[in-house]
């Protein structure tokens, strides 16, 4: 009877997995094949080949670096707003899991880019010249958005104009913090670079719900964004 105890309960660990992980609620493209990932959290995501680039197509959610390492998840606002190392947190510091595995969590440049490595083994965060080649692939910065973008409006406020999402990439308006305030959810999927523009800032690349455009630009390292890995 024990026996068959202990196998019923190895049983459902298997199913549920990390009990932290939470459900996704995203739409993702149901003629695509996709392949799978692992973090160092046991954290499980979607994959997609576009090209000649193979990415995440869920927003990261770890909580560790590659060796292990805590990422410090910081809730006060002040204390983000002054943060020059790495540091993660979630929209509104929730802690609902299936809204985490949803939207991801929200990185500052800092954590992205730290030598500890924030992307799981045979991945890294992407340049912001994988990120122009992923735009130029799709047809350029006017219309690569909405070929990202998740289709509907469960997550996407409306219009969510020309979403298709038919990469597969599945991009979900997460959000941002800026100045340790959260803004846009619902409206802007923000994603970092690994690429410097200056000593205070860096690139990173968005989607907005009234547009099918990709956008480009560059801000503080101390807002927080989704991230997306590339694989090497």
């Known amino acids: 009877m024990a026996l068959l105890l202990n196998s019923m309960i190895n049983s459902c660990k298997k199913e549920i997995g990390n009990p932290y992980n939470g459900r996704t609620t995203a739409i993702f493209n149901p003629d695509i094949t996709y392949g799978t990932m ?65 939207y991801g969590r929200m990185y500052n440049w800092y954590a992205a880019t730290d030598s500890l490595n924030i992307a799981p083994t045979g991945w890294h965060v992407p340049t912001d010249a994988e990120w122009a080649t992923l735009t130029a692939y799709l047809g350029g910065e006017s219309v690569a958005g909405g070929k990202l973008k998740e289709i509907e409006t469960t997550h996407w406020l409306s219009p969510n104009d020309g979403a298709t999402n038919q990469t597969g990439f599945t991009a979900l308006p997460a959000g941002e913090r800026s100045s340790g305030l959260f803004y846009s959810l619902g409206e802007y999927g923000y994603w970092w670079s690994a690429t410097e523009y200056n000593t205070y800032r860096a690139w990173y690349h968005r989607v907005y719900t009234n547009f099918s455009n990709m956008y480009r630009d560059y801000c503080p390292k101390k807002v927080g964004f989704s991230v997306r890995c590339i694989k090497d």
Request: no cysteine; hydrophobic share 25%.
């Open 38 to 102: 692992t973090d160092q959290d046991g954290n499980d995501y979607k994959t997609i080949t576009i090209g000649t680039q193979t990415w995440m197509a869920e927003n990261l959610r770890t909580t560790k670096y590659r060796d292990g390492t805590e990422i410090p998840n910081v809730t006060d606002n002040l204390d983000w707003a002054n943060l020059t190392t790495g540091a993660y947190s979630t929209y509104k510091n929730t802690k609902r899991a299936d809204s985490i595995a949803t």
